[in-house]
């Protein structure tokens, strides 16, 4: 199993993901030692009865209230001394009443990247911890004791206080924890691992609970999921760009390098390596036919005939080309699948512009959780070396780096982002479904001769509720600040809300570019196969037979008769000398991968489980190897 070691500094977020996902942690010596000066530090203050905030004194509102000997309180008639000091029972009652999180819990991969950033921010040395106290903290995560926090209760100021004492708690032996899969007991979670409760000391709930884990931890595993996503959604355009036939000029370097946005330029690079090898993008217009129902005397050979469609153009007359005359030196006149129009529509050709800009707004959270990796989040902060210190209050500083509206904002816009990359692939998904907008390909994929049948009408239908739903999540909950703790925390930043949204969106952003490539995946089948079974019918036939797919041309007794089928055999020879049609080799590799586990829709039938195959594939990242490994 992978090992990683904490020093408070050089924490990644691929490191974090791979302790989310099992892997152990050990505590660099060198921090150790710093963690150790610090509570030191806090000890010797507190015998010298210094006024320490969260040490000696209450929390929050009660900042203004010193700590006493004893409990008053314990001197009422039938009073239990709880046996603890006061600066010891406030810690404890620190962790104890602030656990009061509701909902589901978060999976075990968020509560284990919350544990790790935790202990990665205590190592830094300036939140007052006990070196003991840590380790039992790794030991915690390294025996597999996942704490149940439930997901909602967290304003992201004074850091994720309740869902960060979730985790305290099962360290005290209270609260409930998963062990291998069974929800149990704290205190019979650390004794099923041979672990046991710790009682806490000066400042160590505070330091425990007061700072960013839940934000960070739910934001950084979003932004790995949504790094792939984007991958995956350049890959999805690729597949429906083959599909379409398009247009690769709006790609073109030259033209990205004069609107240098990085993201953009990336995609468009992207996009152009997905695509390498395409013989179906860039084709001549006049050489793509458009689809035409099956009949039973479509095709002159059984091999053709099982195609399960027809293709066909319209020949422009002569009469219909004045004016347009050297246009039709160029482009054979033939109508068929695609129009003879210079670009694409915009959810095509503003691929780079729309995709880049999400990839620049991921890129600039993952700049801010970088930082906030290696953070100290807590509150106060220690300075135990700080050697011009007059007083303690100079040593034992109250900040706000708890507070988490950098990382509420980056998540912010990611939440404004993720719609942006749906709403462009169920655009896509659509065009490709509608029979006015898909180039000649038939209405919902699907041959639908006798009327009876609808192909992929209804999964366009699932992604535009998945759009819907995704945009109406987009509010950022960050501008809506709620003052807790009697307005001694008088704004806050929600970013643990936040962050909880980004990491449920990127999941449901997968299913749409799922449900697109299950779409694209089928158009490409069709495109391939009816520009290919024109093709083979060039090499087999002649004008007079080819002419047989070509609608509006001249009586044979007409004098123009000859002309026309001069310029059918032209569309005939040009298509007879083209090597067989494909994608390009990453996309190829991709549909591939979709054809092991979902087949070619020939006629109608159950999709539920294959438009959960589709889903799947994307989630597990499985496409998206198989077009890396294409182009590797």
Known sequence: MKHIQLDGTSLTRTQLAAVAHGATVDLSPVALASVARAADFLAEQVSKQEPIYGVSTGFGSNADKLLGAH??????????????????????????????????????????????????????????????????????????????????????????????????????????????GVRMPGGEALARKGLKPIDLSYKEGLALNNGTAQMLATGVLAVQQLEDLLDTADLAAAMTIDAFAGRLGAFAPE??????????????????QLL?????????????????????????????????????????????????????????????????????????????????????????????????????????????????????????????????????????????????????SERRLNKLVDPATNDGLPAFLIGNEDGTES????????????????????????????????????????????????LAMVGDLGKVLGLELLVAAQAL??????????????????????????????????AERADFLGEVDALRAQLAETQAFQPGKAVAAAHALLRKRIPYLGRDRALDAEVAAAVALVADGSVLAAARAAWA
């Not at 830094?124 to 025996?143: C, F």
């Not at 002159?300 to 050297?326: C, M, N, S, Y």
């Not at 995704?470 to 809300?497: F, Q």
Request: net charge neutral; hydrophobic share 45%.
């Open 276 to 424: 390498e090898g395409s013989t179906l993008a860039n084709i001549p217009y006049h050489l793509v036919p458009k689809f035409r129902a099956w009949q039973p005397a479509s095709w002159d050979t059984p091999a053709a005939q099982a195609l399960g469609f027809d293709i066909g153009w319209d020949w422009v007359a002569f009469h219909q080309r004045h004016g347009r005359e050297k246009f039709y030196r160029r482009f054979l006149p033939f109508r068929g699948g695609k129009k003879h129009q210079p670009q694409d529509s915009y959810s095509l050709r503003c691929i780079p512009q729309v995709h880049g800009a999400v990839r620049d707004a991921l890129e600039q959270a993952k700049r801010v959780l970088d930082i906030e990796l290696n953070a100290v989040t807590d509150n106060p902060l220690v300075f135990p070396d700080k050697a011009d210190a007059a007083h303690v209050e100079e040593q034992v500083i109250s900040a706000g780096h708890f507070h988490g509206m950098p990382l509420a904002l980056a998540m912010s816009y990611l939440k404004a982002a993720i719609p942006v990359l749906a709403s462009i």
């Open 455 to 502: 192909g992929h009408m209804i999964v366009q239908y699932t992604a535009a509720a998945i759009v819907n739903d995704l945009a109406s999540r987009a509010m950022p909950a960050s501008v809506y600040s709620i003052p807790t703790s009697a307005n001694a925390e008088d704004h806050v930043s929600m970013g643990a809300n936040e962050a909880r949204h980004v």
């Open 71 to 180: 409990r008053l309180r314990d001197a009422l008639p039938g009073a239990q001394p709880s046996g603890r000091a006061p600066g010891i029972e406030l810690q404890h009652n620190l962790i104890v009443t602030h656990a009061v999180c509701v909902g589901e819990p978060f999976a075990p991969e968020v509560v284990r990247a919350m544990l790790c950033i935790r202990i990665n921010t205590l190592l830094r040395g300036h939140s007052g911890i006990r070196v003991q106290t840590l380790q039992a903290l790794a030991d915690l995560l390294n025996a597999g004791v996942v704490p149940v926090v439930p997901q909602l209760g967290s304003v992201g100021a004074s850091g994720d206080l309740a869902p960060l004492s979730h985790l305290a708690i099962v360290l005290i032996g209270g609260g409930e924890a998963f062990v291998d």
């Open 255 to 272: 033209v990205h390098a004069l609107r240098p946005h990085p993201g953009q330029v990336k995609t468009a690079a992207h996009l152009l």
């Open 525 to 558: 089948d069709l495109r391939r196969d009816m520009i290919n079974a024109a093709r083979e019918l060039a090499h087999r036939s002649d004008a007079e037979g080819f002419a047989s797919k070509v609608l509006g041309g001249p009586l044979p007794e007409a």
